[in-house]
């Protein structure tokens, strides 16, 4: 089977930095992805990492340590408009095929 | 980026109905799509994987009779929700994999299903 583990909620300012760490259990890992999802919409893709290390886009970072089933998603210069949840994602082939398993999510608010 | 068309995106429904919902692929074709299942303010929960012209694979303790799905085309994807109960109210929810570098997953629109 596959386990996630993420905080479930975080606070920050405007302008401050975060980070969403997630950490994983899984058999047949293939990479951690990251998703936002805005209170009543749909989830939306943010990064993917399959090897070890670092991956910017834009304001968002996404790290991964394959050693340590570990990785986190950094956020730079907050934005009201990030106030949303973010999950972590892990792609894993079983038996039945690829598949993505998401963990509980962690919910962001940014205060002005 | 790609898109997937799901409908609807709300439906209230009596207990002991089914309800349907469809997931269309748009400007790619699909051969796979997953269906999600998303309580208020909890995470994303498999159900199944459809598979185009094979039958779906579905998680552990999902019932099968209860969560049809069908996926007969490349561009469409069907969950039929048989005998709704109160408890089957949720966040039905499908995406089509984008397999290459990113992995990424395209996500419809999702469907509130509210049973009476």
């Known amino acids: 089977g596959q386990s996630l583990e993420q905080p479930s909620e975080v606070t920050a300012v405007e302008g401050a930095i975060v980070q969403i760490n997630c950490t994983y259990q899984t058999s047949g890992f293939y990479g951690l992805s990251w998703y936002q999802q805005h209170d009543g919409g749909a989830p939306t893709f943010l990064s993917y990492?399959?090897?070890?290390g670092l991956e910017e886009t834009g304001r968002f970072s996404s790290f991964l340590s394959r050693s340590d089933s570990y990785g986190y998603l950094l956020l730079q210069e907050l934005q009201m408009k990030d106030s949303a949840s973010y999950f972590c994602?892990?792609?894993?082939?079983?038996?039945?095929?690829?598949?993505?398993?998401f963990g509980a999510g962690t919910r962001l608010f940014v205060k002005a | 980026g790609a898109v997937v068309s799901q409908h609807p995106s709300w439906v209230i429904c009596k207990s002991g109905t089914s309800v349907k919902i469809e997931c269309r692929s748009l400007d790619f074709q699909a051969t796979t799509m997953f269906w999600y299942r998303q309580f208020p303010k909890q995470s994303l929960m498999l159900m199944a994987t459809s598979n185009e012209g094979s039958k779906a694979t579905y998680e552990q303790g999902v019932e099968k009779d209860k969560f049809l799905i069908n996926h007969a085309s490349l561009t469409l994807s069907t969950l039929t929700v048989t005998s709704a109960h109160p408890e089957d109210s949720s966040f039905y929810i499908c995406?089509?994999?984008?397999?290459?570098?990113?992995?990424?997953?395209?996500f419809g629109s999702g469907t509130q299903l509210s049973v009476l």
């Open positions: 990492n399959a090897l070890d």
């Open positions: 994602a892990v792609r894993d082939r079983d038996t039945g095929g690829f598949k993505t398993i």
């Open positions: 995406s089509a994999p984008e397999w290459g570098r990113n992995e990424k997953l395209f």
